[in-house]
């Protein structure tokens, strides 16, 4: 269709090509999410390969999620001023580049610097990708549009440790990210001509990077320190500096904010006990998630002996179980309200971590957690539902970026502190670190259970629609 019958289309006529673009951005979606399982299931072979150590290893899981996560609010503004196909198109294009160089890394420099480029060209492309499936759909063909694009997650996870293993027993490591190139570019070629042209927002006010860097400092602070306190110890100057360092970072990021012409987000949302319930639970569920992943693969490949293809299809049941999990949540929360699900959900995750941190069969490996999956499952679900509940229509999409950004915060913390707990297994042949890891992750999502059936509003009565 030519830029001129597009220009002369009502702004309430559908767009005719609204189905297949939703498919190739829910593709593009997909390998931003695929690009940390998929990731997982590789890195004993990319150590091995590149003689990696722990903290690099840790990095190339962090480097991606705290990117993406620190400038993925940024990254919706920046859609409002620029319009969402140049943003959609840039983020694309970069991200497809830097898994080229990932791809070709030779040292862990410069893999550690491929992903950084990734986590950028993943915070451009995610939140104005959606930005423009909620342009393109109305009414109930956007709830259908928005329940495909949310599937993706669980997805994602299935198809990401199923592809890993495919693709590092077979052509090797290096295309775990090199298969992003072919894809990124068709994709590319066929949204530059299918994506209608919108004129960006001319009244919105400037970009906070100044926030952004901030917020993306002082969450990297604190994810070296946990990195750190594996090999230094967790009670040493570096690791207490390092913390603080992050703590003085987040109150300045709160206190600019405040006094922002244009901040990047709305801290008093934030402040809110629904939104910031919604943050604490999406942020644990990715951090267990993670952490899961991690173990797991370092335990059946090092310890067992187990190859990438044989890990991959283990850790089938698990994603099975997340999105089992996600699903029969999203239909309980109406009937029961969220505290309930949240509650039975991250018991379900403390007892199944429990199981591999008292037996490190293989089998009770798979079966525990995959139950801990089915809880963690459920958090995704929760969180988004809390977060969103008691929010103004005009809020609803600062309060979802807020959630995803944790979701990715979660992620990079998660493989910090798993990483330093399980140093030793991770580095030697001992079990004792996966063992101590399954256990602070038990003890975690216990701890966490208690803290959300205080955090989690009680359901309103029928009668009483004010919040609580």
Do not use: C
Request: no cysteine; proline share 4%.
């Amino acid at each position: 269709m030519s830029q001129q019958a597009v220009r002369q289309r009502s702004p309430h006529e559908p767009h005719p090509s609204r189905w297949r673009i939703l498919g190739f951005l829910g593709v593009a979606q997909l390998m931003l999410i695929l690009d940390v399982t998929v990731v997982a299931i590789a890195l004993p072979h990319i150590e091995t390969s590149l003689g990696l150590s722990r903290e690099a290893l840790t990095w190339t899981v962090s480097a991606y999620t705290l990117t993406f996560g620190g400038l993925m609010l940024l990254g919706g503004r920046l859609a409002d001023l620029m319009g969402a196909k140049r943003v959609v198109l840039a983020g694309l294009l970069l991200f497809a580049a830097a898994s080229l160089v990932t791809g070709l890394a030779d040292s862990a420099g410069m893999l550690v610097g491929g992903r950084i480029a990734q986590g950028v060209g993943a915070a451009l492309l995610s939140p104005a990708a959606l930005s423009v499936v909620v342009a393109l759909f109305d009414g109930d063909e956007r709830n259908k549009a928005l329940g495909v694009w949310s599937a993706l997650g669980g997805g994602g996870a299935a198809l990401g440790v199923l592809l890993g293993g495919l693709l590092t027993s077979g052509p090797g490591w290096p295309w775990v990210f090199l298969v992003n190139v072919p894809i990124g570019l068709v994709i590319a070629v066929a949204l530059a001509v299918l994506l209608p042209a919108r004129s960006a927002s001319a009244g919105r006010p400037r970009l906070d990077v100044f926030g952004a860097i901030l917020v993306t400092a002082s969450t990297a602070s604190l994810i070296y320190a946990l990195i750190a306190a594996g090999e230094r110890g967790w009670l040493t100057a570096l690791t207490g500096t390092l913390v603080l360092a992050a703590a003085v970072g987040y109150a300045l990021f709160v206190v600019w904010q405040r006094r922002a012409a244009s901040p990047l987000m709305d801290v008093r949302l934030l402040m809110r006990r629904p939104v910031a319930t919604g943050a604490f639970l999406i942020a644990m569920a990715t951090a267990l998630m993670i952490a899961v992943f991690f173990l797991g693969t370092f335990y059946f490949q090092h310890a067992r002996g187990y190859g990438a293809l044989r890990t991959g299809l283990l850790f089938l049941p698990v994603a099975v179980a997340t999105m089992l999990g996600a699903h029969l949540t999203g239909r309980a929360l109406g009937r029961w309200g969220a505290r309930g699900p949240a509650v039975l959900g991250l018991t379900a995750a403390a007892i199944g971590m429990a199981v591999p941190a008292v037996s490190m069969h293989p089998a009770g490996v798979v079966a525990g957690v995959a139950v801990a999956a089915a809880g963690t499952g459920a958090m995704f679900v929760i969180a988004s539902a809390t977060a969103l509940s008691q929010v103004a229509p005009q809020e609803a999409g600062i309060a979802s970026g807020i959630v995803s950004t944790f979701h990715e915060f979660g992620a990079s913390i998660g493989a910090a502190v798993v990483s330093s707990v399980a140093a030793a297994s991770l580095t030697g042949t001992t079990l004792n670190g996966f063992t101590k890891g399954f256990t602070v992750a038990a003890v975690a999502a216990a701890v966490a259970t208690v803290v959300a059936a205080w955090m989690i509003p009680g359901r309103p009565r029928q009668h009483d629609q004010a919040p609580s």
